[in-house]
């Protein structure tokens, strides 16, 4: 449905009979950007687009008049735009290797600024990352016991289609019970499965001199909050949401020299991120904040610029054509 709907926007010229659903501008959201795998099994697809596919999203965004800004500089573009001016702004969550080694470049080539959001706890190796712990638990093995709160059960994940149903098993145990309790059931399971959660963080998520080095190197980077442990911040109490805000802004500063204003909040869905989270972020000094409820910038007279909505570009529709269905801003009228 999705494709299909991508597709009739794209093809069908819908942007131009409708023109003012694009509002004034576009922030999208990335992950991974890295050379495709291919696997048959990849239940974090979503998350990881190819260089090549964010070269074509900045040249589309380009060709139908859109200004790339950095996020932080949208709030006072947007109230000064003039009739017909977008905007667009490049963000990637959590800190990846493949943002500098692939991304990065991409981005210099074009001369467009980008944010990364940095999790302080996976820069330090204190925190895991839990999706890709489950997805390389379930790659891995054809069965573990696991308890989902009725008592240690066997999963199997034999076949392709039960890989994914115990990642989606997974996924909601996340959710179900206290959050870090249920992370660290997880890394439990995947150690004495052999698998290390600790060095896939290694081995993905730059560290501490690598933020560094790319803070030094490229002035078109910009470095973003993204909490210590990457948890839902509304499911923790007041004292560590502050935390979770405040500690990474004064990591970030000492890591690249100069003091962050923008935040991402984990997962970024509604029962992610609501009012609350937004006032903590504005008390802690941060000036944007973006979700990843879908959606365009609005005017500045209407829009709320600390639950900022952002766009996917997603691992699953990887085609320039769906990039401009996106930017048309239709699909998120219609939802």
């Not at 206290?178 to 052999?194: I, K, S, Y």
């Not at 973003?224 to 509304?234: E, F, K, M, P, Y």
């Not at 989270?277 to 209407?302: I, N």
Request: aromatic share 8%; glycine share 6%; proline share 5%.
């Amino acid at each position: 449905m999705i494709t299909a709907g991508l597709e009739a926007i794209a093809l069908t010229g819908a942007d131009r009979l409708l023109p003012g659903a694009a509002g004034r501008g576009m922030v999208f959201t990335l992950h991974h950007v890295r050379p495709a795998t291919n696997r048959p099994y990849e239940p974090n697809a979503l998350l990881s687009i190819t260089p090549e596919f964010l070269d074509a999203a900045i040249r589309e965004a380009r060709e139908r008049g859109y200004v790339p800004l950095a996020l932080d500089e949208l709030p006072d573009a947007v109230a000064a735009a003039k009739n017909g001016e977008r905007y667009v702004a490049f963000t990637l969550d959590d800190g990846c290797r493949d943002n500098a080694e692939h991304a990065a470049p991409v981005f210099r080539r074009h001369g467009v600024p980008y944010t990364l959001f940095i999790t302080k706890g996976l820069v330090e190796r204190t925190h895991t990352m839990w999706w890709e712990t489950a997805e390389e638990l379930t790659r891995t093995c054809d069965r573990f016991a696991f308890d989902f709160g009725a008592g240690i059960e066997t999963v199997v994940c034999a076949t392709t289609a039960q890989k994914h149903a115990a990642f989606l098993r997974l996924a909601d145990f996340i959710e179900a019970i206290d959050e870090d309790a249920a992370v660290a059931r997880l890394n439990d399971v995947a150690a004495a499965q052999g698998v290390d959660p600790a060095a896939i963080v290694e081995e993905q998520v730059m560290d501490a001199d690598a933020l560094r080095r790319l803070a030094k190197t490229d002035p078109l980077a910009r470095f973003g909050v993204h909490t210590v442990s990457h948890c839902n911040l509304a499911r923790v109490d007041a004292d560590r949401l502050e935390r979770e805000i405040v500690e990474p802004i004064e990591a970030i500063t000492n890591w690249t020299g100069v003091q962050p204003r923008t935040i991402a909040y984990p997962y970024g869905w509604k029962r992610a991120c609501t009012a609350r989270e937004a006032a903590a972020a504005r008390r802690a000094g941060l000036t944007v904040g973006v979700t990843t409820q879908p959606g365009v910038v609005d005017p500045a007279e209407t829009q709320d610029w600390m639950l900022l909505p952002r766009v996917s570009l997603n691992g699953l529709y990887q085609k320039r054509r769906y990039v401009r269905a996106l930017l048309s801003g239709i699909p998120f009228r219609l939802m």
